[in-house]
């Protein structure tokens, strides 16, 4: 079973203030759990239920803690409804400064709330080997457990980074694009380079104003239709997917 000393540390690790105190998160779910086990990402502890722990024996021996548990603890203590496999108590990794390397792509977050987002944006990351994301300060925390749930273990691959972005953006070489509302569009770009950053603004307001005299190009995703606009996620996924397209033939 799970103690309730540890029942009420994992509790507490859904709130920021707690998992910047303790230094911990928690990861849960089968498939997510078994990534982080296998990552060598330093596990606390694991709770698992008699099923989990069978069919997965090597497990227990990658946390330095493992209790079997039911699946009705795991979803007390857990965000999930339904979780009939594991929840993995996980130390915060510890990143250098960012510092810029030619040749890559980065995208830079503005003041993205939403987790969902957040994990969606760390997937498409993933996904065209992008390796790092530049995020405001305010930012939601990327060790939110809907930002870890979403982002499908791509968390373990991509380097978040918590930073004045003011401070960054006036110093970088490479060129600076601003996803916008109005400008050039991603379908037609012309690149001189192979890498640059892509800044996505807040969901409701786009970037912020301290950032405009920064962004080096505007950009946008064409509408056809008549939508308002597009979810943050979604037009990550539409540039980069065209960023990496055209800086191929660079």
């Given at each position: 079973m799970i103690s309730q000393k540890w029942?009420?540390?994992?509790k507490s690790l859904h709130l920021k203030k707690f998992r910047k105190a303790e230094q911990l998160f928690f990861v849960?779910?089968?498939?997510?759990?078994?990534?982080?086990?296998?990552?060598?990402?330093?596990?606390?502890?694991?709770?698992?239920?008699?099923?989990f722990l069978d069919r997965h024996p090597d497990a227990a021996i990658a946390a330095e803690?493992?209790?079997?548990?039911?699946?009705?603890?795991?979803?007390?203590?857990?965000t999930f409804t339904s979780n009939n496999a594991a929840i993995a108590v996980v130390e915060l990794p510890h990143y250098a400064p960012f510092a810029e390397q030619d040749g890559d792509w980065v995208l830079v977050l503005d003041q993205i709330n939403d987790p969902g987002n957040l994990g969606t944006?760390?997937?498409?990351?993933?996904?065209?080997?992008?390796?790092?994301?530049?995020?405001s300060t305010d930012t939601v925390d990327a060790f939110n457990p809907k930002v870890i749930a979403s982002a499908k273990g791509s968390f373990l691959r991509v380097k978040l980074h918590y930073q004045p972005l003011p401070d960054i953006l006036s110093k970088v070489r490479q060129p600076v694009f601003g996803a916008y509302l109005g400008g050039e569009s991603v379908h037609q770009l012309q690149l001189s380079s192979s890498g640059g950053f892509i800044v996505l603004g807040n969901e409701a307001n786009g970037i912020s104003s301290e950032l405009e005299p920064m962004i080096s190009r505007r950009i946008t995703i064409p509408a056809v239709g008549d939508a308002e606009s597009l979810n943050v996620g979604i037009a990550c996924a539409v540039i980069v997917d065209n960023m990496r397209?055209?800086?191929?033939t660079v």
């Open positions: 029942a009420k540390l994992i849960e779910g089968e498939k997510a759990v078994l990534e982080v086990l296998a990552s060598g990402w330093p596990v606390k502890a694991l709770f698992g239920t008699a099923d803690l493992a209790h079997p548990c039911t699946a009705s603890e795991l979803e007390q203590v857990g944006i760390i997937r498409i990351a993933d996904w065209y080997g992008i390796g790092h994301i530049l995020c397209r055209l800086s191929q």
